[in-house]
């Protein structure tokens, strides 16, 4: 075509000029040389550029139904990269193809004994007499469309592993792709643009008239409206509200979306204060019991609002006191039929070795071992064990850490020759004296938080920026006991925890173990949690990323906001993120975020009205 041949002709004479003028012939070759990898071996069905290890997957079968925006989600898959062709063809030429192909139907029809088989043959070629008369109407132009799709690795088994992953996904989209083999650089070469046609296209493609591939393409957005009690999120890129049920999952079924748990993550200033501000808001407004662990004391004004109860146990003493020895009954009914109620007590055990961790990182597995076997000893001057039926169980039946303390004084007593034993257990006792003497106030009695409400938030900001052991322990201790009130099937709860990175933090394996066990048993409760961070590096910390995974793979949910770099690469680890999404989340400003909602990931704006912010109170961000 004449214009084309002009545009080429300008292209070259533009790069002649930009290379002449710009740039000398060594200072081109250093670009060159740059760009350009440093190996490229082509293999039978996949090939190694530089460090790198890629295949081409070419999609050779479509479903025969296509929803709008289609291929979105391939697009965000980690290490795939899509190109797409479409190649005009005359109408003549695919009327051609689509007669002979329904004539050869009729024959095998015609031959065909099953009946089976027979009627999927009549189905097929009406449906293609059906697709020409609607070609002849719509004027539609008809296209070759090609798919590739090519998977970078680290390695071998991480190619093979991506490419298992790759093609368990497209059967579920009725897509079939193959790697061609020995024609991966002929592929290769066809997908980019600074090299002539290559005789493989003739031999590949699918022709689709054009509005079907118009619907196909990832530019086609579909926004989140979901029905029920949704919040008003925010907006998409194209100006579409964003409406989220956090709790989809009760009325209907959608991909990726079983459950209620949600995290939130940005810097400081990212906006996620003004979002998870909003979500409590919308979550009040529809009735739902809310528990929140709000560090800062960010939502004192908010919760006074709307007639909350605003707990400080920063201050300790009559303000309120947690008894880390208190029982949580964290079995549904199923489970204490099963004759699983024993796991109650062994949880709690569980949770008071992560407890005394926190308070003392450096304490030693063997010393931890002994006081939990002082504890079980003091349970039982009590009355309580493996057996235990704890539902007619109130605060003050619990011992508290002075009835272990005293345990522990008497079992030395009883050892007057110094062993092993013995010094683990003076160890111990050494350990335990400020938490029954200075510390008594936060840590050494019953439980005094009866709740009025339905809207109950913990604060603890002032010990935020004392002793780290200290608070670390005392959140922990509040999580456990804030997880206690999430457990009544009856009513959807939503539990909130913000700074939820200092539970990971000092390499506490159990702790992490217990925020992994709360996300997956939250849903037995109809419980949905949402976990507030502006550290993932804590969550992908070597010590305790298999907990950190635990609790990304078993969130619905994730609102990332502003990240700086590392925070982004450290997320990366934990979820999948394409490289264009890496970038954003980089320079996002205040209120922007890519939602990733189940199956579906948008970059959004959070958008708050000025009655919404007054609600809010005065406090900062969570």
């Known amino acids: 075509h004449p214009r084309v041949r002009r545009q080429r002709q300008m292209c070259i004479r533009d790069r002649w000029w930009f290379n002449h003028n710009v740039w000398g012939g060594d200072e081109l070759m250093d670009i060159k040389t740059q760009i350009a990898p440093k190996g490229l071996e082509f293999r039978p069905s996949s090939f190694v550029a530089s460090d790198k290890y890629s295949t081409i997957m070419t999609v050779i079968s479509y479903p025969k139904v296509i929803a709008p925006g289609f291929l979105a989600n391939l697009t965000s898959m ?43 043959l009549r189905q097929d070629y009406e449906s293609l007499e059906e697709f020409i008369k609607q070609l002849a109407a719509s004027q539609s132009r008809i296209f070759d469309f090609q798919l590739h799709l090519m998977i970078t690795a680290d390695s071998d088994e991480e190619l093979t592993s991506k490419k298992l992953q790759l093609r368990g996904y497209l059967e579920a989209m009725n897509m079939r ?35 079907t591939i118009a619907a196909m393409y990832p530019f086609v957005f579909d926004s989140i409206k979901d029905p029920g009690l949704s919040t008003l999120l925010g907006v998409d890129f194209s100006g579409g509200v964003v409406l989220f049920n956090q709790f989809l999952y009760q009325v209907q079924k959608e991909h990726n979306r079983n459950n209620a748990n949600m995290i939130i993550l940005g810097t400081s200033g990212s906006g996620k204060s003004t979002a998870a501000k909003l979500l409590l808001r919308n979550h009040i407004r529809n009735g739902y019991k809310l528990v929140v662990i709000d560090p800062e004391g960010e939502l004192e004004d908010m919760t006074r609002l709307y007639g909350g109860d605003f707990i400080d146990l920063g201050k300790g003493g009559e303000f309120g006191m947690i008894n880390p020895l208190e029982v949580v009954i964290d079995a549904d009914e199923d489970e204490i039929k099963q004759g699983l109620g024993y796991a109650v007590l062994t949880r709690t055990l569980q949770t008071i070795k992560a407890f005394i961790k926190y308070y003392d990182p450096s304490i030693t597995d063997d010393v931890v071992n002994v006081f939990s076997e002082m504890v079980q000893e003091t349970y039982k001057r009590f009355g309580i064990d493996f057996n235990t039926d704890f539902t007619h169980f109130t605060s003050a039946d619990y011992p508290t850490l002075k009835d272990v303390y005293a345990t522990v004084r008497g079992k030395i007593t009883s050892m007057p020759e110094q062993s092993r034993e013995r ?21 050494d009695g019953t439980t005094t938080i009866t709740p009025r409400s339905d809207f109950i938030v913990f604060n603890i900001r002032e010990l935020m920026n004392t002793d780290s052991n200290i608070r670390n322990a005392l959140f922990f201790n509040v999580l456990k006991y804030a997880w206690s009130l999430t457990l009544d099937v009856n009513q959807n709860t939503v539990l909130m925890v913000d700074e939820a ?13 217990f925020l992994a066990q709360i996300q997956r048993r939250a849903r037995k409760y109809n419980t949905g949690t949402i976990i507030i961070t502006q550290q993932p590096t804590d969550f992908s910390d070597p010590s305790v990323i298999t907990q950190g995974k635990a609790i990304f793979d078993n969130a619905s949910y994730y609102l990332v906001m502003g990240l700086k770099k590392q925070a982004v690469e450290d997320l990366s680890k934990l979820i999948d993120l394409n490289d264009n999404e890496k970038e954003n989340i980089k320079g996002y400003n205040q209120g922007e975020a890519l939602f990733v909602c189940g199956s579906k990931r948008m970059r959004i704006n959070v958008v708050v ?14």
Do not use: C, W
């Open 423 to 443: 010094d683990i257990l003076e160890h111990l006792e050494l350990k335990m004296r400020p938490l029954i003497g200075e510390l008594r106030f936060y840590f």
């Open 501 to 513: 990175h200092v539970l990971l933090s000092g390499s506490n394996t159990l702790g992490a173990d």
């Open 177 to 211: 792709a193959i790697p061609l083999r020995f024609e991966q650089e002929k592929v290769l070469k066809s997908m980019l643009p600074i090299f002539p046609k290559q005789d493989i296209e003739d031999r590949i493609g699918t022709p689709i008239p054009s509005p």
């Open 609 to 622: 009205t000025d009655q919404e912010l007054d609600s809010f109170g005065s406090g900062g961000g969570l």
């Open 78 to 120: 980690s290490g795939i990269k899509m190109v797409i062709k479409h190649i005009p063809l005359p109408f003549s030429v695919i009327t051609k193809m689509v007669n002979k192909e329904i004539a050869d139907l009729k024959v095998r029809y015609q031959e065909e004994h099953d009946v089976t088989i027979q009627e999927r």
